[in-house]
């Protein structure tokens, strides 16, 4: 299991790739799901050319890993890896990433997709978006 709060950009790929050679996964795995969120360049009809999402460390990382706890509860799971950015990301940047391994693969499917849920609604992350004539706070999250 791993949680991942971080300011530098990352490549999605590879943080799965190494989490599932370092974890010793080996062959107790069937299914892998992911889930891999990046920055557009628009919302609510306006273009943003950047945004800053604010967290309080502690908080975020002891709301992750419940997250992580109750996926492991609710499915089979074997194993978890959950990172996200915090601080100034750019368009096409990736946010999030999230992926599970499971024996098999409904188990697998079902956790990524309840987490990246539970994550986008009630995750403790502040966004502010860059627009052409002003800066936001975002108030909501748009629907899946």
Request: negative net charge; charged residues 25%.
């Amino acid at each position: 299991m791993a949680i991942i709060i971080s300011e530098q950009i990352f490549d999605p790929w590879k943080l799965i790739s190494k989490h599932q050679q370092q974890s010793q996964l080996a062959s107790q795995f069937g299914a892998t799901a992911s889930f891999i969120g990046s920055m557009r360049d628009f919302n609510d009809d306006h273009e943003v050319s950047q945004m800053v999402l604010e967290h309080y460390p502690e908080m975020t990382q002891r709301y992750l890993e419940k997250l992580e706890a109750d996926a492991k509860r609710q499915w089979p799971i074997i194993d978890c890896l959950i990172a996200h950015r915090v601080g100034h990301i750019n368009p096409a940047d990736a946010i999030v990433v999230i992926a599970c391994w499971s024996a098999h693969r409904r188990a697998a499917l079902d956790a990524c997709n309840w987490l990246i849920e539970e994550l986008k609604f009630k995750a403790p992350f502040w966004k502010k978006e860059t627009r052409n004539d002003s800066d936001v706070w975002v108030e909501h999250n748009t629907s899946g």
